[in-house]
T-cell receptor, first 113, second 114 residues
Framework: NAGVTQTPKFQVLKTGQSMTLQCAQD?????MSWYRQDPGMGLRLIHY???????DQGEVPNGYNVSRSTTEDFPLRLLSAAPSQTSVYFC????????????FGEGSWLTVV | QKEVEQDPGPLSVPEGAIVSLNCTYS??????FMWYRQYSRKGPELLMY????GNKEDGRFTAQVDKSSKYISLFIRDSQPSDSATYLC??????????????FGKGTLLTVNP
């Protein structure tokens, strides 16, 4: 049971660099999302998707891009990393119209210097 | 006013104590209410969820929702050191695009001392 798999687990970036956080789920979930978690701020929604080809912005989308070309994958792109993007990132997925259980990945720790 | 307010703690209790965690919210459209548990350096996992008002019990855990007061609670009976974690409340509405979005509280850090 893989569930929700995130890579990499840890990453250090320099300001201005770009990178992609990968997220894959093997549960055939329509809904996938990215959150960031910062001390004192809780979990904040960055972007979400309700199916292949459909994405929408969450609470804090600036500086991040997403795409959903397949049901399984939902990568998060940082085009030009900034120190303010230092955070822990969680990918999550759930089956729509079938309960409320949302499954989280193990997290990706990102530091931008 | 933030949509969901949760006291971050930290909360420290002795083993066997009854723990009460709570959240308040401002959006009257919220219909689904959840509690997540997050161990250190791990992703959150769903503990319990409740639809609309009422109580729900699962073993040592009881979730309560009072929609008239916009207040939700999680009670842990006979707390154990293994309950030490951050507890996050989360909620969502049941309409339109908001149906998809979970709004989280900031989480309460709980430590149960043996």
């Amino acid at each position: 049971n893989a569930g929700v798999t995130q890579t990499p687990k840890f990453q250090v970036l320099k300001t201005g660099q770009s990178m992609t956080l990968q997220c894959a789920q093997d549960m055939n979930h329509e809904y996938m999302s990215w959150y960031r978690q910062d001390p004192g701020m809780g979990l904040r929604l960055i972007h979400y998707s309700v199916g292949a080809g459909i994405t929408d912005q969450g609470e804090v989308p600036n500086g991040y891009n997403v795409s959903r070309s397949t049901t399984e994958d939902f990568p998060l792109r940082l085009l030009s990393a900034a120190p303010s993007q230092t955070s822990v990132y969680f990918c999550a997925s759930r089956k729509l119209n079938s309960g409320n259980t949302i499954y989280f990945g193990e997290g990706s720790w990102l530091t931008v210097v | 006013q933030k949509e969901v307010e949760q006291d971050p703690g930290p909360l420290s209790v002795p083993e066997g104590a009854i723990v009460s965690l709570n959240c308040t919210y401002s959006n009257s459209a919220f219909q689904y209410f959840m509690w997540y548990r997050q161990y250190s350096r791990k992703g959150p996992e769903l503990l319990m969820y409740t639809y609309s008002s009422g109580n729900k019990e699962d073993g040592r855990f009881t979730a309560q929702v009072d929609k008239s007061s916009k207040y939700i609670s999680l009670f842990i009976r006979d707390s154990q050191p293994s309950d030490s974690a951050t507890y996050l409340c989360a909620m969502r509405s049941n309409s339109g695009g908001s149906n998809y979005k979970l709004t989280f509280g900031k989480g309460t850090l709980l430590t149960v001392n043996p």
